[in-house]
T-cell receptor
């Protein structure tokens, strides 16, 4: 299983850009990197997924260096509603890989006014 | 689409009692999962089912059993509840979103307290 390591917590202020880094030194060749967001009393929800270089969608960007041993989730201009726990997950994109990736303890992001 | 639904939302059990948590998805996903989340902690995988008719243990399977009843439904059973099983239980299913990303979709969770 690809183990991931993230900072336990981060603080930011409204309007700032936030970068959360995840380490995954034993990532496999066919593994993708996926980030999830979880609000209190809710299940996690998908934010972004990528394999290499940079991926951008309407809510975030994901930067993956060439060696793929880490990744950085970038949240532009955060607001109070972005206060949540963010999880990095490494695994394959197929049902045959189900259960072969694990959620770590995540990063608790607190956005202050 | 309802997505992933779970019942019940809340449950209180006494030590030694049994119960079954129900989960259903309407997204035609092959894979389904059961996680537990203790206060202030991340999610830990209990069991998963990669496809209909198969189930496998995750990180923390002791004290639990599962049944993949059909493609839609995946249930989790506690045969003899213990206080250490007090947690929030999430069911999830996984599949392709618009053919672009492969992701897990989570239900709203069941809050279980064992006294």
């Amino acid at each position: 299983l690809a183990k991931t390591t993230q900072p336990i917590s981060m603080d930011s202020y409204e309007g700032q850009e936030v970068n959360i880094t995840c380490s995954h030194n034993n990532i496999a060749t066919n593994d993708y990197i996926t980030w999830y967001q979880q609000f209190p009393s809710q299940g996690p929800r998908f934010i972004i997924q990528g394999y290499k270089t940079k991926v951008t969608n309407e809510v975030a960007s994901l930067f993956i260096p060439a060696d793929r041993k880490s990744s950085t989730l970038s949240l532009p201009r955060v607001s109070l509603s972005d206060t949540a726990v963010y999880y990095c997950l490494v695994g394959g994109r197929a049902d045959t890989n189900a259960g072969k990736s694990t959620f770590g303890d995540g990063t608790t992001l607190t956005v202050k006014p | 689409n309802a997505g992933v639904t779970q019942t019940p939302k809340f449950q209180v059990l006494k030590t030694g009692q049994s119960m079954t948590l129900q989960c259903a998805q309407d997204m035609n996903h092959n894979s389904m999962y059961w996680y537990r989340q203790d206060p202030g902690m991340g999610l830990r995988l209990i069991y998963y089912s990669a496809s209909e008719g198969t189930t496998d243990k995750g990180e923390v399977p002791n004290g639990y059993n599962v049944s993949r009843l059909n493609k839609r439904e995946f249930s989790l059973r506690l045969e003899s509840a213990a206080p250490s099983q007090t947690s929030v239980y999430f069911c999830a299913s996984s599949g392709w979103d618009r053919g672009q990303t492969y992701e897990q979709y989570f239900g709203p969770g069941t809050r279980l307290t064992v006294t």
